[in-house]
């Protein structure tokens, strides 16, 4: 019998959405348990050793932490297989996989800037991250769309969050970064049109973002549409 997979999230969490994406393009069915941020409940604090998200329950049983453990264990457990098959390019994957935190906290770091100063000074280091990717999607030669080819991988689904998270920052306050690398540009396009990167979020998600930005009193909430504000105060 297929095992059954409970996600637990908070609803703007790029790791989380990684394991989903990985999930999603798996065509493996699941439930999503959306914990609250400062209310984290018991249950979910026994299973999560650092207060995290993700954490992938499995047949109520057994619990798995940590984005990259679980994209991998759904992996090794489930078909269709996401990785390349050859141990090389696999193992090229898994190298650019790790550059995920560094690239992940280039974004995060500006997204969350309290003031016109940081935002400036640490968007400034964007291009930095981006460049190595340039670099590597080069490298990897491919046709694209995506990361190896055709066929969307763990590498890709690892991505794909931290550029959507660009994405909404940049149409909030345009940063102009990102059209000067083409191939990232493009990744990213086929990336956010990807229908498992889709299917991986609330369908609001940029309305969720922007309105955690309001609650924790970022300065790029400031851009936030009046629309968005109203919901968000009567949240
Ligand atoms: N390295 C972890 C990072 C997970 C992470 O940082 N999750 C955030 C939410 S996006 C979290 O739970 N933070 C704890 C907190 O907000 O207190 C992974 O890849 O799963």
Redesign the pocket.
Known sequence: MPSKFLLCS?K?????Q?AAIVLQEKKIPYDIAYID?DNRPAWFLAISP?????VLQIDGKESI????A?AEYLEETTMPRLHPADPVARARNRAWTDFV?TFASALSTTMYADSEEEFTARAAKIPGPFGKLEEALARQGSTGPYFNGPKLSLVDAAYAPFLQRYSFMDRLRPLGILESFPRLSAWRDALLAAPAVKASTVPNIEAVWQENLILRKRWLAKFVSESVRGAAAAA
């Open positions: 908070f703007t969490c790029p790791w989380v990684r941020r650092h207060a995290k998200v993700p932490f940590e984005s990259n679980i935190p």
